[in-house]
């Protein structure tokens, strides 16, 4: 099956700065990628659209100024999670299209943020 | 939301049992049902999807089955191995301008005893 590669797989920074975590599509172009947030023993969260070439769509109550997504490319979407408190520490998954008429998705392996 | 507190379900079996994982969806226009499988410290693994024209899809030791009726999914697993150990998620796909945008069920932990 196609492959979603997360960078970094985990992370831990202190309070007060930015992360940046990527998520590529290694063998198929995406124009749409999601972004989930999951907390521990629960379930996945969407957070926002990340849509190529277009400004990200945020689901409600996520804050766009925290969470910034930037998918610059067809291959790549990044999200920045900017002065980062011990609440945004949590599970970050992201998935890609890689057929918008099936929708036929796939999920990467996931970024452990822990902030200290 | 989901409750604060809230512990996942949980289903224990004896290797080589059937497992049968249920779910049930809100969203009466969903039409595209996926399972997932979700190890620790993994992302979600696509198991088998089903769309709302379909009631029952067969694959590989799981079959996965839909009543639109009552809003219910389930997944049937069989012959389980040790290796079918995981957190299960349903999700639920509206369709339309919202392709690709899944909500996912609270997930289901399967621990399967040698």
């Known amino acids: 099956g196609a492959v979603v590669s997360q960078h970094p797989s985990r992370v831990i920074c202190k309070s007060g700065t930015s992360v940046k975590i990527e998520c590529r599509s290694l063998?198929?172009?995406?124009?749409?990628m999601f972004w989930y947030r999951q907390f521990p023993k629960k379930s996945l969260m969407l957070m926002a659209t990340?849509?190529?070439?277009?400004?990200?769509?945020?689901e409600q109550g996520v804050e766009k100024d925290k969470f910034l997504i930037n998918h610059a490319s067809l291959t790549l979407s990044t999200l920045t999670v900017t002065s980062a408190h011990p609440e945004d520490s949590s599970f970050y998954i992201c998935?890609?299209?890689?057929?918008?008429?099936?929708?036929?998705?796939?999920f990467g392996e996931g970024s452990r943020l822990t902030v200290l | 939301g989901e409750s604060v507190g809230l512990h996942l379900p949980t289903l224990s079996v004896q290797e080589g049992d059937n497992s049968i994982i249920n779910c049930a969806y809100s969203n009466s226009a969903s039409d595209y049902f996926i399972w997932y499988k979700q190890e620790s410290g993994k992302g979600p693994q696509f198991i088998i999807d089903?769309?709302?024209?379909?009631d029952k899809r067969q694959g590989q030791r799981v079959t996965v089955l839909l009543n639109k009726t009552v809003k219910h999914l389930s997944l049937q697993i069989a012959a389980t191995q040790p290796g079918d150990s995981a957190v299960y998620f349903c999700?639920?796909?509206?369709?339309?301008?919202?392709?690709?945008?899944?909500?996912f069920g609270q997930g289901t932990i399967l621990t399967v005893h040698p």
């Open positions: 999700a639920e796909n509206a369709g339309g301008t919202s392709y690709g945008k899944l909500t």
């Open positions: 990340s849509n190529e070439g277009s400004k990200a769509t945020y």
């Open positions: 063998d198929f172009q995406a124009t749409t």
């Open positions: 998935s890609a299209m890689k057929n918008s008429v099936t929708g036929e998705l796939f």
């Open positions: 089903i769309r709302s024209n379909m």
